[in-house]
Structure formats: C-alpha cells, structure tokens
C-alpha cells in the first residue's frame, strides 16, 4: 500500500502544473481570528482521476476519485473517492472525501466511510485512517459492521490488513440472526 501511495502521489505531481500559492500567515491574531484564515487553492488539480497501480504484472490497486486537489506537495485532497485492493484479500474503501499526508504517512477517509470486504463483511464509519507502514485500518469513531446474519456496532476500530486481526475497540455489541 505504501507503493501505491507514493506512486499516486508521484503521478499527481509529475502530470500536474506546480503553481505556488502563497496564503499569508495571520499574525498576532486572537485564536478567534485565525481560525478564519481564507481557504488554501491547490496548487495542482485533477477531475475524474482513475489510476491502476500494477506490481509483478498484476493489478493491485484501482483508485478513482471525481476529483483530487495537490496542495504544495505535502497534501492531496480526494472527492467521491474509491479505493479498491485486488489482492487475494481484496477490499474496497470509499468515501465523500479523502486526503493523503505524504509527511505522515496516512491516509484518511471521511464522510459515509464504507470498507467492503465482500463476503467478509461491510463497515460504515464517518472516519477511517490507513497507515501504509504499519499496513493498518483504524478509527475512534462508531462503527458498524455487516456480515451474513451478523451485525456488530461499537466505538472505535482496529484492522491489521497483514494478519487479519480485526477489533471493534469500546461499546460493542453483537446481534447474530439464527
């Protein structure tokens, strides 16, 4: 996930025109004031983005997003953004929005969040964050999660996409359908 990551970003800096926008930083202000400060633009815009990451010859990753903002290089901003893994453990995210903190490390899914797992299940969330290094799904958000004749809800979430240990973190309950 890390290679796709970095590829993403890479493609996004070297297809787009690098226009430097300077926004000026409020000084001395009251937190009041500069908690208002005008909108950062993007430096570099794209619509309808559809990029496939290929690794050995195989498709590992489809993203598509309706629209992705790049802000200095240091942030991508995602719309109406779906990732889709097609690993033998293959699942796709999607979301309203997304953004991509290449400092970090971390990408983050936010609003009507769905991970589907297909016959593993499905969670809904308002807030997911991958962690390509650690190669880990989490939130602190609820949570609900669907499977067949299952539902679990509960706060907070923790998935390693390496071993397959998954936890529902706080609050949870489970309703299984006979």
């Not at 679990?152 to 390496?162: A, E, L, Q, T």
């Amino acid at each position: 996930m890390f290679r796709f990551i970095s590829a993403l970003f890479l493609i996004l800096l070297l297809f787009g025109c690098h226009q430097e926008t300077r926004v000026p930083k409020p000084q001395n202000l009251p937190p009041e004031e500069q908690k208002e400060k005008p909108e950062e633009k993007p430096d570099t815009e794209f619509k309808k983005l559809h990029y496939v990451i290929y690794e050995k010859g195989l498709l590992k990753w489809n993203i598509f997003a309706e629209e992705a903002q790049i802000f200095k290089g240091k942030r991508i901003k995602l719309s109406q953004l779906r990732v889709c893994s097609n690993s033998k453990k293959g699942f796709c995210i999607s979301s309203q929005k997304g953004s991509y903190d290449p400092q970090s490390g971390r990408f983050t899914f936010r609003g009507q969040v769905v991970l589907d797992a297909g016959k593993k299940g499905k969670l809904y969330t308002s807030i997911l964050k991958y962690f390509p290094k650690k190669d880990t799904l989490e939130t602190e958000a609820p949570v609900t999660i669907e499977n067949e004749g299952m539902l679990i809800k509960g706060r907070g979430f923790f998935y390693d996409v390496k071993t397959g240990t998954m936890k529902v973190l706080k609050r949870t309950k489970v309703r299984v359908d006979a």
